[in-house]
């Protein structure tokens, strides 16, 4: 019983922060940190796949916060929970990474208001409320050999090509066009 508790659990958190379809037959985890670069110049190409995919591909987003490198990782994975919290998960992660720059708790407080949230959640001690939540996804990143940031797997696979529109659609199988419809 106890396993298949954990198979239930580990199937919700796999669904928590999706992006897209959740139906589609294709699934990229991202495994990402708010304040790397990499991860920000991933975002618009990740977001033109999903979007371009007529439903076939959808995104789901681990913390990885590289708290030694980047100083404020851990505190914009914890602003971004606690955003989600508050239904808004993926507009704060849009204003994470448009402002990489910025991302010290005055600055998350006011991307807070712009959201229309409850800022006293967003940053400080209320904001270690979801330190679990970015620790489970930093654990199971380390479990699946990730080392760096972005981290891309295609349904379960690592991926380790360019993070290109091009080569992520070439890597779902949705680079082929589909035959033209017959005229009647």
């Known amino acids: 019983m106890a396993d298949e ?6 199937n919700e958190f796999a669904f928590r ?6 139906e589609a037959p294709f699934t990229i985890v991202e495994f990402g940190d708010f304040e790397c670069p990499y991860c920000g ?8 796949l999903i979007e371009g995919s007529e439903g076939q591909v959808r995104l789901i987003w681990r913390h990885f916060p590289l708290f030694t490198v980047h100083p404020f990782a851990l505190t914009a994975a914890l602003a971004a929970e606690a955003a989600g919290n508050q239904g808004a998960f993926w507009p704060m992660a849009g204003l994470l990474f448009k402002n990489q720059n910025s991302l010290d ?5 006011r991307y807070g208001k712009q959201l229309d949230l409850d800022t006293d959640q967003l940053v400080g001690d209320a904001a270690q409320a979801y330190a679990s939540a970015v620790r489970a996804d930093y654990v199971e990143g380390i479990e699946a ?3 760096g940031t972005p ?9 380790t090509d360019a993070v290109t529109v091009k ?7 949705l680079s082929r066009r589909r035959a033209p419809r017959p005229l009647r």
């Open 145 to 147: 050999g990730v080392h």
């Open 105 to 109: 708790d005055a600055s998350i407080v």
């Open 5 to 10: 508790e954990e198979r239930e659990h580990d």
């Open 41 to 48: 110049a991933a975002k618009p190409v990740l977001h033109d």
């Open 151 to 159: 981290t891309l797997f295609v349904n379960g696979e690592p991926y």
């Open 17 to 22: 922060w999706s992006y897209g379809n959740p």
């Open 167 to 173: 080569d992520l659609r070439e890597a779902v199988g």
